[in-house]
């Protein structure tokens, strides 16, 4: 079975300073993708999913970038964090790239981002 | 378009009452339904899932019906346990390898 791995688990950062978030998967293949933000008090907002190396699409506009430089790494950057990059950001991956509409995504164990 | 609604949290219970967490959904097509949880301090886990109408999905004494005339998929368990603590997601997916989750509801068990 898979496995998700995150890290840093948890980050305090400055405004403006950049960051990369690591996701590592372990046990699947040619796996889907995802990074979701968990804000405080609020439900999980898609940001990015992927379908292959290089593969990135982007469901909401804002100063975070995604890239996947190999089948089972995906990073989550940013140039210039703003306060409200705060949250907890989940990397999920489903393991079943066929587009079955009940595909389960299986959740790492999150990075706890505070932008002070 | 697609989208959940789940009730507002906090449920607050005793140990042993029995739990209802509402969801309903709005989907085009026959999407799958899910409920996750979330512990504190972790990610999610897959609590059960139905695939379609009808199906009933259970899991460590939860379960849910995929109920299509009234787009819902309750999250229901008979005696609730202190270690049941956590916030449930109710999800769908519509296809295209994504979910579409809910705001989440917070549940606390008291001894």
Known sequence: ???????????????????????????????????????????????????????????VPQNLSASRPQDRQFILSSKKLLLSDSGFYLCACSPSPSGRAD?????????????? | GNSVTQMEGPVTLSEEAFLTINCTYTATGYPSL??????????????????????????KGFEATYRKET??????????????SAVYFCALSPGFQKLVFGTGTRLLVSP
């Open chain 1, 1 to 59: 079975s898979q496995t998700i791995h995150q890290w840093p688990a948890t980050l305090v950062q400055p405004v403006g300073s950049p960051l990369s978030l690591e996701c590592t998967v372990e046990g699947t293949s040619n796996p889907n993708l995802y990074w979701y933000r968990q804000a405080a008090g609020r439900g999980l907002q898609l940001l990015f999913y992927s379908v292959g190396i290089g593969q990135i699409s982007s469901e």
């Open chain 1, 103 to 116: 595909n389960e995504q299986f959740f790492g164990p999150g990075t706890r981002l505070t932008v002070l």
């Open chain 2, 34 to 59: 899910f409920w996750y949880v979330q512990y504190p301090g972790e990610g999610l886990q897959l609590l059960l899932k139905a695939t379609k109408a009808d199906d009933k999905g259970s899991n």
């Open chain 2, 71 to 84: 787009t819902s998929f309750h999250l229901e368990k008979g005696s609730v346990q202190v270690s049941d």
